[in-house]
Nanobody, 129 residues
Framework: VQLQASGGGFVQAQGSLRLSCAFS???????????MGWFRQAPGKEREFVAA????????MHSDSVKGRFTISRDNAKNTVSLQMNSLKPEDTAVYYC????????????????????WGQGTLVAVSS
């Protein structure tokens, strides 16, 4: 499984960005069999949960710090998961990572990084004040 995140960049506070994560795999496993999540890591800080979405896209979860500003979504036909980020703040500056989990016994959504078994390379989001 490969996860390719894109869409990061430099933006002023109150601006918007849309991150995308393209999913590809060498086996016949379907993207719809993976729970997906976004995490971020700011310089000098630990990685933190941002948002998660269930396999069918019905359930979502967002961290308190981004709730109401960010929205996670997925398109199982296009094998992509997106993160729409509005009203960006300087404290949103970080490298953003998408992650995937296909553990059969795991359901719904999760904010726990250890439950994701595949990670992308990250895309930088820098918000200036």
């Amino acid at each position: 499984v490969q996860l390719q995140a894109s869409g990061g960049g430099f933006v002023q506070a109150q601006g918007s960005l849309r991150l995308s994560c393209a999913f590809s795999r060498r086996t016949f496993s379907s993207f719809s069999g993976y729970r997906m999540g976004w995490f971020r890591q700011a310089p000098g800080k630990e990685r933190e949960f941002v948002a998660a979405i269930s396999r069918n896209g019905i359930r979502t979860m967002h961290s308190d710090s981004v709730k109401g500003r960010f929205t996670i979504s997925r398109d199982n036909a296009k094998n992509t998961v997106s993160l729409q980020m509005n009203s960006l703040k300087p404290e949103d500056t970080a490298v953003y990572y998408c992650a995937a989990d296909n553990t059969p016994s795991n359901y719904g959504v999760t904010a726990t990084a250890n439950e994701y078994n595949y990670w992308g390379q990250g895309t930088l989001v820098a918000v200036s004040s």
